[in-house]
């Protein structure tokens, strides 16, 4: 069961494919993550400025803004996730990899 259990998991990660999909996924990650630390949402709130209905609006919803998301990591101790979410490139094709190095010191993007 314990296998089936990881690779449902593992599958699930690779179909949340719509914003609010994701919201709610991470919102389970950080509610979990807090509660595995015994930390009420009114000490996260206390620790991370982020008023506790806020809180419970993204541990229910999936609903937070990006300053609060970040409050809340930081409070959790995942100032560095937060912070290296597009800190690398991403592609898919060698196609895009080449594109991205060709554009790696551009100041901006201009229509093709």
Do not use: C, W
Not at 59 to 65: D, P
Not at 85 to 97: G, N
Request: no cysteine; glycine share 6%; aromatic share 6%.
């Amino acid at each position: 069961m314990q296998d089936t259990n990881n690779i449902l998991s593992l599958l699930e990660a690779y179909t949340l494919d719509n914003p609010d999909e994701i919201a709610k996924e991470m919102a389970n990650d950080f509610r979990r993550r807090r509660i595995e630390k015994n930390l009420t949402r009114e000490q996260v709130a206390e620790k991370s400025g982020v008023a506790m209905g806020n809180i419970m609006r993204f541990e229910q919803k999936g609903l937070i803004s990006l300053k609060n998301l970040i409050g809340i990591a930081m409070a959790l101790g995942y100032t560095s996730e937060i912070k290296g979410v597009f800190s690398q490139p991403k592609y898919s094709t060698m196609e895009e990899l080449t594109q991205i190095r060709k554009n790696a010191n551009k100041k901006k993007a201009h229509r093709i």
